[in-house]
């Protein structure tokens, strides 16, 4: 007990792990699930943007849709890696989940988790069209780069430079999308889809940065698994979409 207080104290003051093999329990625990949301987000979002390839209108869009699926496989990949570190069965766990399965279009499932694996709620959405597809990846590539100021810097140094790695890549995702909405918002019936797109995809989003007063934040934090608060993730997100939103004329 006194051992492991002392690695929290030590976590709480920002100090970082390097190996599985100097890691507490509970420690491991929060981690593996961490490892696995992300994992499982990416799988799926993949799998979404692969289905999405033949909506896009051009050339050029398919290749910005062909490179987001082909680097979210890549990136899941690469955190899987870290989680075969600690003994997860890699190929195993590919297999597991279809990772392409989608809800109703309607439903409503909040921030809770469902089918099975540990994907973020809003990849159990259904991406219907372009406009829908290209306003779901910039509203979720600005709450990803937001969330990436958490996870650079987490205190697993393995981990938290895998992340270091990827997020570049995740940014230019965004970037991407916003390249698509700037086309789309360039006409009538592209500024309607892209609104709608907009009304259907926000609250989505916004459910992924988790309940409010989260008790779960606290003990990540003392871990050096988390830093900002929920509350404050959520503000940031919602500071950039206005700023993203509002040159186009989509706010």
Known sequence: ????????DYLAQGGVLTSPGNVPARYRGELMRLMGSF????LAASAGFAASINFAPGIKERIAASRITLEKADHAERVLAVMGDFGTDMARYQRQHDWAARVARDADLGATRTGGDMRLSVFHYPITGWADAVVMNVLMGLATGVQMTELTR??????????REIAPREARHAELGIEGLDRLAATPEGVAEAKAAIAYWSPRVAASFGL??????DRLARLGLRHATNEVLLARWETL???TLGPIGLN
């Not at 007990?1 to 929290?8: A, D, F, W």
């Not at 987490?154 to 992340?163: K, M």
């Open 1 to 8: 007990m006194t051992e492991t207080m002392n690695i929290e």
């Open 212 to 217: 409010s007063g989260s008790e779960r934040h």
């Open 154 to 163: 987490l205190s697993y140094a393995p981990l938290a430079e895998v992340f």
């Open 241 to 243: 979409v206005s700023e």
């Open 39 to 42: 994992v499982d987000s990416e």
